[in-house]
């Protein structure tokens, strides 16, 4: 994959090397590591260009549609109609919104005092729990269920006409 930093940097030489052989007639690729007697950029003046380069926005990455950052919108007039009338919908949704999620805090809020106060409307299933029945052999076999490979191990088998008799568990 492509590790960020290391790919601004690449693109950045690529930019140097393309901006110097194409404007300037000049090959700086031996001045990316060291300093030659006879050529006519130094190390030194090859990073002081990388830095110019390295100092631009665009992050050097190809975007399959539209065009890559920086860039400036330019909108038709109706582009901008068109883009009014979303923004105004867009306004009045999140107004909608808004108001929406305090009514349902509000609601969730009186649900949730409702069930702490009301001890048959629990929903925690293990809270209270008569009995437990694995149906995953691991645990303690249940007689009279078949067992076939689940997607966790083993699991309980159900054809449709077999079934599994508890019992009475509670008396009401």
Known sequence: GIIPEEYAVEYVADRVETTSTVWLGLTVGCARCHSHKYDPLTQKEYYQLFAFFNNINDRGRYFKYGNTPPLVPAPTPDEQQTLARAEAKLATAEKTFADLAARIAKARLQWENAVAS???????????????????????????????SGRYGNAASFNGKSFLDIGKIRDY
């Open 118 to 148: 009301n001890p048959q409307a629990d929903y925690m299933i293990e809270r209270g729990q008569a009995r437990h029945f694995s149906l995953d052999k691991e645990e303690k076999p249940v007689a009279g269920v078949t067992y076939v």
